[in-house]
């Protein structure tokens, strides 16, 4: 099955310019896009926006730019005029708790949204934001940034820490360490924190937040060593190829329930 991403692009001549990804690390891996089913994908834009996201089009999908990050948001799959979209649950208690962001100047960030109506949530004491479509942000102050914000990446939950960060390493040479009592996977362009949970995991399939994606500079290779070790790719299990935008595409679930788009060709798109 073809992914939004490819499907769009197919209908297009040109790529419009959105941002850049972080230079590969040592494997040819990096991150940089999400993808998301919303139930109004206007609103969607306009609290993306409100973060401080770019609003860009990419044929007719409306997308997001943050440095670091392409966010992709569509209406769930099958929606018609005839059958609008329904809500999607949201991340809270699938395999990624957060997507995470960093701002430059917290107090004033928070005031500005606030003006626009977005409060952060009263369950946790960290900064967290939750989307249209109950996707949890977590914002973190970072004084250093050239930005008033940038993403920095993800939490994801964990029944063995030890097991999901190694898998982690060995296909997208995530550079583990320590913060604390949490795991940490460093991939240019996220900084995913692994925590451990003994509380029931969902898998991102059917959630408002659908995808994270991974790019990697030779498609064609990662596919054959990710099959060669016994892996297998979601739907037909090829990869869909965009030629008028230079993209290729493919889709895959780890272990755990993480639904993944491993993409060659972003890293061109500015």
């Not at 993306?48 to 997001?64: D, F, Q, R, S, V």
């Not at 109950?134 to 050239?146: G, T």
Request: glycine share 8%; with cysteine.
């Amino acid at each position: 099955m073809k992914t939004l991403l490819i499907a769009t692009l197919i209908l297009c001549s040109a790529v419009t310019a959105v941002a850049q990804l972080p230079n590969p690390n040592a494997e040819g891996v990096s991150a940089g896009h999400h993808i998301f089913r919303a139930k109004d994908v206007d609103v969607a834009n306009k609290f993306w926006t409100t973060l401080g996201g770019e609003p860009a089009a990419l044929a007719t999908i409306k997308l997001m730019k943050f440095p670091g990050v392409l966010l992709f948001i569509s209406a769930p799959r099958g929606t018609t005029p005839a059958a609008p979209a329904q809500p999607t649950p949201g991340n809270h208690g699938t395999t990624v708790e957060f997507i995470t962001f960093r701002v430059k100047d917290l107090k004033a960030s928070l005031a500005n949204w606030k003006a626009a109506g977005i409060e952060p949530m009263k369950e946790y004491k960290e900064v967290t934001l939750l989307s249209p479509d109950d996707v949890q942000v977590r914002i973190i102050e970072d004084k250093s940034l050239s930005v008033p914000i940038a993403s920095d990446g993800l939490v994801m939950n964990a029944a063995n820490v030890a097991e999901v960060s190694a898998w982690y390493s060995k296909w997208f040479g995530a550079k583990l360490g320590r913060s604390g009592a949490d795991t940490i996977g460093e991939i240019p362009g996220a900084r995913i924190v692994f925590h451990e949970t003994k509380d029931p995991i969902a898998p991102l399939k059917g959630h408002s937040l659908a995808l994270l994606g991974f790019e990697v500079k030779d498609l064609p290779a990662f596919v054959k060593k990710y099959q060669d070790a016994g892996g297998k790719f979601d739907g037909a299990g090829t990869i869909a190829t965009s030629a008028a935008a230079n993209l290729s595409v493919i889709q895959l679930t780890d272990p755990w329930g993480t639904s993944i788009e491993v993409s060659q060709g972003l890293a061109a798109v500015k």
